[in-house]
T-cell receptor, first 118, second 110 residues
């Protein structure tokens, strides 16, 4: 079974609809992230969470909200979807590993959710 | 903030060597990471350099020069399966979150 799962894998919705993307992990990691990927722009950070009580905005948080329901679950919501939110969305987790340092942690990505807003 | 530059595309033939350069500007530096992403798939970690020099992992090597704010990923003995996008990433000074470059698409031809 995959360590980081995302649902749904594909979603087509209409402008103005509310939509939630879900992420679950079995790796036991404290840190979780939501990224957006657009062609030619790489991965841009939307929100990140260091634990259940610690949620932070990334570089492109406008139009998005998140909920960290448990250590294993981190959801991304689009309250009122718009066409320029059409993108590939990735959830990721990380931990400091054997080094014990967040400066060297490795991120583990889910399979992605392809979202289309019409 | 962070700023990273890498070429958008590289094409090479099987068996060749490809070097993907990455230059960065960052307020604080905790190392340069590289991730690989096959078309439509999840990015996966390749390598990390915290100190100057070359790190080798099989056919892939990564180099860092902190004084030049520059690094590169070297892909040797290219195989068709190496066709993918490669992202460099640096870590934020405050809370260590990653900032990614726009990615380099490597196409390997027969």
């Amino acid at each position: 079974d995959a360590d980081v799962t995302q649902t749904p894998r594909n979603r087509i919705t209409k402008t103005g609809k509310r939509i939630m993307l879900e992420c679950s992990q079995t790796k036991g990691h404290d840190r979780m992230y939501w990224y957006r990927q657009d062609p030619g722009l790489g991965l841009r950070l939307i929100y990140y969470s260091f634990d259940v009580k610690d949620i932070n905005k990334g570089e492109i948080s406008d139009g998005y909200s998140v909920s960290r329901q448990a250590q294993a679950k981190f959801s991304l919501s689009l309250e009122s979807a718009i066409p320029n939110q059409t993108a590939l969305y990735f959830c990721a987790t990380s931990d400091p590993g054997t080094s014990g340092s967040w400066a060297t942690d490795t991120q583990y990505f889910g399979p992605g959710t392809r979202l289309t807003v019409l | 903030g962070q700023s990273l530059e890498q070429p958008s595309e590289v094409t090479a033939v099987e068996g060749a060597i490809v070097q993907i350069n990455c230059t960065y500007q960052t307020s604080g530096f905790y190392g340069l990471s590289w991730y690989q992403q096959h078309d439509g798939g999840a990015p996966t970690f390749l390598s990390y350099n915290a100190l100057d020099g070359l790190e080798e992992t099989g056919r892939f090597s990564s180099f860092l020069s902190r004084s030049d704010s520059y690094g590169y990923l070297l892909l040797q003995e290219l195989q068709m399966k190496d066709s993918a996008s490669y992202f460099c990433a640096v870590r934020d000074h405050g809370d260590y979150k990653l900032s990614f470059g726009a990615g380099t698409t490597v196409t390997v031809r027969a």
